[in-house]
């Protein structure tokens, strides 16, 4: 498995992996808008037979980095390919021991908040209808910068 920053040249292969792994995807533009933006990480796991198999799309705030997107191709999933993603983006990100990192994620994705969990993550709260297809309810997760600076 490859680790790279994602191009524009990917943006059919990501629309492809975002259309099938949610409900309400992300348009072509949102993600070109992300992949300009000099204060975003965007980086692809791509298989050597497969192509693009995953994505992480990442924004500095202030005070933290946003996970904005993530996605693996269902095929893909299990294989620790998220794991990857997020480690590469924690090796990235390591000098910057001021912001910690946030997410929010569906309430019934208890798959993903395992993963982040093992991450280091915490739930810090909800979001109430959070989401426009169906109004489910956010967990906002967390990662403090110290979680990363002792090495977890």
Avoid at 48 to 60: F, H, M, N, Q, T
Avoid at 111 to 122: D, K, P, Q, S
Wanted: net charge positive; with cysteine; glycine share 6%.
């Amino acid at each position: 498995m490859i680790i790279r920053r994602l191009q524009t040249s990917d943006l059919g292969a990501i629309e492809r992996i975002e259309r099938r792994s949610y409900p309400t995807p992300w348009s072509r533009s949102m993600f070109a808008a992300e992949l300009a933006k000099p204060s975003s990480i965007c980086l692809g796991a791509f298989d050597a037979k497969a192509g693009l198999v995953a994505y992480l799309i990442i924004s500095r705030y202030v005070d933290a980095w946003h996970v904005m997107n993530v996605a693996v191709e269902p095929e893909h999933r299990g294989r620790g390919i998220a794991t990857l993603l997020f480690d590469r983006l924690f090796e990235l990100t390591a000098a910057d021991r001021r912001r910690g990192y946030t997410l929010e994620v569906r309430v019934s994705n208890t798959a993903a908040i395992r993963l982040y969990e093992r991450l280091g993550f915490t739930s810090r709260g909800i979001r109430r209808g959070y989401y426009t297809d169906n109004r489910e309810d956010a967990l906002v997760m967390w990662r403090d910068p110290l979680a990363r600076a002792v090495g977890a």
